[in-house]
C-alpha cells in the first residue's frame, strides 16, 4: 500500500513563495506519475503539476506555469512543488497523488491528471492579498 504525506503548507501573502513536500512510502513503482492537485471550497479539484519520475518530465496547468515548479529527489522517495509569486487565487488544499498508470510515454502525456490511485491527507495553503 502506498502512503504519501504532503507537508509545507501555510499561510503567506501575495508574492511570496511556499515549497510543498510529499514523501512516499510503501510499495512504489520506480517509474510513474506524482503528481500534484488543489481544490479550493466549492470548486472541483484541479491537477497543478505532475511528474515522471522514470525521466524527470514535468507537466504545468497553464494558472501556474512560470510560477510552480515539480521536482522530485528520487533517493528520499519525496517530490516537492516549489511555489513562487503566489496570488490569492492559489488559495487552496493542495493534495499529492501517484498513480500506477501509464501517464507517460515515448514523449507523449496520456491522461496526466487522471487515474491517479493514491492521494494524500492535503495540506493547506493560504494567500492573502
Known amino acids: 500500500q502506498v502512503q504519501l504525506v504532503e507537508s509545507g503548507g501555510g499561510s503567506v501573502q501575495a508574492g511570496g513563495s511556499l515549497r510543498l513536500s510529499c514523501a512516499a512510502s510503501?510499495?512504489?513503482?520506480?517509474?510513474?506519475?506524482m503528481g500534484w492537485f488543489r481544490q479550493a471550497p466549492g470548486k472541483d479539484r484541479d491537477g497543478v503539476a505532475t511528474i515522471y519520475t522514470g525521466g524527470d518530465r514535468t507537466l504545468y496547468a497553464h494558472y501556474v506555469k512560470g510560477r510552480f515548479t515539480i521536482s522530485q529527489d528520487y533517493d528520499k522517495n519525496t517530490v516537492y512543488l516549489q511555489m513562487n509569486s503566489l496570488k490569492p487565487e492559489d488559495t487552496a488544499m493542495y493534495y499529492c497523488?501517484?498513480?500506477?498508470?501509464?501517464?507517460?510515454?515515448?514523449?507523449?502525456?496520456?491522461?496526466?491528471?487522471?487515474?491517479?490511485?493514491?492521494w494524500g491527507q492535503g495540506t493547506q495553503v493560504t494567500v492573502s492579498s
Open positions: 510503501g510499495y512504489t513503482a520506480s517509474t510513474r506519475c
Open positions: 497523488a501517484e498513480t500506477n498508470k501509464v501517464c507517460y510515454g515515448d514523449g507523449n502525456w496520456y491522461n496526466p491528471f487522471l487515474n491517479y490511485n493514491y
